[in-house]
């Protein structure tokens, strides 16, 4: 149960916490740290002005590199276009084990004559067959389409594979050429 001398104290406790952050310095915030250039941060490279160079005059000769790396490389750093190998062409899943059923059915039927054939009884061994040999028919030609999907997906995982090596590869050419420019002209480039 409260009282009113507890919740006196409570309240002269929140008043002389206060009063002591109200008498405390603020932290200074600490400095802004110079932007960099638009371009060398889009690139992912830090770039140091090492002879005293102006922001302006960066932001000048980022520009310059930019375009001479792009001219020495043909590589757009802004719009790279992955370059991939097409996909070699394997069996596609809908065409995967087709004729299997078919085959299947004859060749059980055959099988199954020969066996109808020593109980005496061909046609229904025939029949028995041509049943089972559906059956295996239809099972091959679900494994072949299994088989078919696993090989499309394991090709695309490849492809999208190559495609972020490539771009990777004309981003570090690129970057490489943008950080020789920018040397040449007293900055310190990583």
Request: charged share 10%; proline share 5%; hydrophobic share 40%.
């Amino acid at each position: 149960m409260l009282t009113h001398n507890s919740v006196y104290a409570a309240g002269a406790a929140l008043l002389l916490s206060l009063s002591l952050q109200a008498q405390q310095p603020q932290a200074a915030a600490p400095a802004a740290a110079p932007a960099a250039g638009p371009l060398s941060s889009s690139l992912g490279v830090y770039v140091f002005p090492a002879k005293g160079q102006a922001p302006q005059q960066q932001s000048n000769d980022e520009t310059a590199c930019f375009g001479w790396a792009k001219t020495q490389t043909g590589i757009d750093p802004m719009a790279i276009v992955p370059q991939v190998q097409p996909a070699q062409q394997g069996q596609s899943t809908a065409n995967a084990g087709s004729g299997s059923v078919a085959r299947g059915a004859v060749g059980g039927a055959v099988a199954g004559t020969a066996v109808g054939a020593v109980a005496g009884n061909t046609g229904k061994g025939a029949a028995i067959g041509a049943t089972v040999g559906v059956l295996s028919g239809a099972a091959h030609r679900n494994q072949a389409k299994q088989q078919a999907a696993a090989q499309e997906q394991q090709a695309a995982a490849q492809q999208q594979q190559q495609a972020q090596a490539s771009v990777a590869q004309q981003k570090a050419t690129y970057n490489r050429a943008f950080a020789a420019c920018l040397e040449g002209k007293g900055y310190t480039v990583k």
